[in-house]
Nanobody, 121 residues
Framework: QVQLVESGGGLVQPGGSLRLSCVVS????????MGWYRQPPGKQRELVAI???????NYADSVKGRFTISRDNTKPTVWLQMNSLKPEDTAVYYC???????????????WGQGTQVTVSS
């Protein structure tokens, strides 16, 4: 069974940095897009960054120049390096991966359990 396990969240002061990691475990045929989403308190889940299996990247405007997404297909792992953090970055961050379990199946979205990031002095 495929699982996405996140780590790296926590409490950080404004201007600080955190690095989130998400490891994919289990058996699968291929991983397409991988990405990070976040859900601020009282708000809907939103896209933060996404990286394709060809390393094409898109960021939300609110994080451009501060966050960097990367992946290692051999691990397989996706990271989110977050610098110059602001209080408005406070949210639960979720890892997402589009995974094809076998050559005979469709590609489905899988989610991690979420990791809390709190930016506060």
């Amino acid at each position: 069974q495929v699982q996405l396990v996140e780590s790296g969240g926590g409490l950080v002061q404004p201007g600080g940095s955190l690095r989130l990691s998400c490891v994919v475990s289990g058996s699968f045929f291929s991983i397409k897009n991988m990405g990070w989403y976040r859900q601020p308190p009282g708000k809907q889940r939103e896209l933060v960054a996404i990286i394709t299996n060809e390393a094409n990247i898109n960021y939300a405007d609110s994080v451009k120049g501060r966050f960097t997404i990367s992946r290692d297909n051999t691990k397989p792992t996706v990271w989110l390096q977050m610098n110059s953090l602001k209080p408005e970055d406070t949210a639960v961050y979720y890892c997402n991966a589009a995974i094809q379990i076998s050559i005979r199946t469709m590609t489905y979205n899988y989610w991690g359990q979420g990791t809390q990031v709190t930016v506060s002095s």
